[in-house]
């Protein structure tokens, strides 16, 4: 008698804590979309959140550090 109860005890924990688990992701990435959407320049800084640059150029571009970037107008 004790098992069946048992056994449903240990399911229903499980599943409530894969279901927290899921809840946490699902507003964590709502809220960063709001923040990006906000463009929110904290997220730059934010030790939750990693930042991965990524560069569009042509083909054979390279990228150069401590190069400053300057905006070209249309133009030039």
């Known amino acids: 008698m004790i098992d069946p109860i048992l056994n449903f005890l240990i399911a229903f924990i499980t599943l409530l804590i894969i279901g927290a688990v899921l809840l946490r992701e699902g507003v964590k990435r709502w809220r960063i979309g709001l ?11 934010d030790n939750s959140v990693s930042v991965k640059t990524i560069t569009d150029a042509p083909e054979g571009s390279a990228i150069v550090s401590h190069v400053p970037a300057k905006v070209l107008e249309d133009g030039v």
């Open 35 to 45: 923040r990006m959407s906000a463009r929110d320049e904290s997220l730059l800084s």
